[in-house]
Each structure stands twice: as structure tokens, then as C-alpha cells.
């Protein structure tokens, strides 16, 4: 088993799941320029858009997390 930069070998961070997403270069392109623009890591600016996506279908699950805030988290966080 190969442990991951973050320490688990599972490859989640306070549970939260990872997998390979595989999209067209233009639009991963257009995503992290998005992402950019609204000071969001692509990553987060996938997960943004997913949950706004799912709470508009009525979909988006009430046990779900809150995405972590903006920008860099405080000392002891």
C-alpha cells in the first residue's frame, strides 16, 4: 500500500473522497479560468459547482458537509 502525501494510505482527507475525473482539455481549461477568476482552486470550483448543481435538483443530500471557507485556513484549523 502507498501511503499518500496527506499521511492515509486511502488517499482521503477528513473523509472526503477522491477520484479520477477525466475531462476535455478546453474544459478543464475553461474550469480552472472560472476558478481563477472567483479565487477557487479547480478542485473547489468542481465541488461548487456540483453542489449548486445538486441543491437546484433538490438532490444535494442534508448530512452533506459544508465546503471549507475561502482562502487559507487559521492556525490550529
Given amino acids: 500500500m502507498v501511503e499518500e502525501p496527506n499521511?492515509?494510505?486511502?488517499?482521503s482527507?477528513?473523509?472526503?473522497?477522491?477520484?479520477l475525473l477525466r475531462?476535455?482539455?478546453?474544459?478543464?481549461d475553461a474550469l480552472?479560468?472560472?476558478?481563477?477568476?472567483?479565487?477557487?482552486s479547480t478542485n473547489a470550483q468542481i465541488d461548487?459547482?456540483?453542489r449548486?448543481?445538486?441543491?437546484?435538483a433538490g438532490r444535494l443530500p442534508k448530512d452533506a458537509?459544508?465546503?471549507r471557507g475561502r482562502g487559507r485556513p487559521r492556525a490550529g484549523d
Avoid at 482527507?13 to 477522491?18: F, I, V
Avoid at 449548486?52 to 437546484?56: F, Q
Fill in 32 to 40: 480552472a479560468r472560472w476558478a481563477a477568476d472567483e479565487l477557487r
Fill in 52 to 56: 449548486a448543481a445538486l441543491a437546484e
Fill in 13 to 19: 482527507a477528513k473523509g472526503r473522497k477522491s477520484f
Fill in 23 to 28: 475531462l476535455d482539455p478546453a474544459v478543464h
Fill in 65 to 67: 458537509t459544508r465546503p
Fill in 7 to 11: 499521511g492515509r494510505a486511502d488517499g
Fill in 48 to 50: 461548487f459547482l456540483l
